[in-house]
């Protein structure tokens, strides 16, 4: 296994960078849901950051 010059990187960080990705890609949470097999919604949410200039657009979008 190569190693890397970055200190204190772990699966965690790497699955958190994920899951956000597919967030930002406008995935609903049962679809990320799917792909990360979480079971808890309220542990899922914990990887959802709301975008206020997307949902801005959204919003605007529904008008």
Do not use: C, N, Q, W
């Not at 406008?26 to 949410?45: C, F, N, Q, W, Y």
Request: proline share 2%; net charge negative; glycine share 4%.
């Amino acid at each position: 296994m190569a190693r890397t010059d970055i200190e204190d990187l772990h699966f965690h960080d790497l699955r958190h960078e994920a899951i956000s990705g597919f967030f930002e890609m406008g995935l609903t949470v049962p679809e990320v849901a799917s792909i990360s097999g979480h079971r808890d919604m309220k542990m899922l949410m914990r990887y959802a950051h709301a975008d206020a200039t997307r949902l801005a657009k959204k919003l605007e979008a529904a008008e």
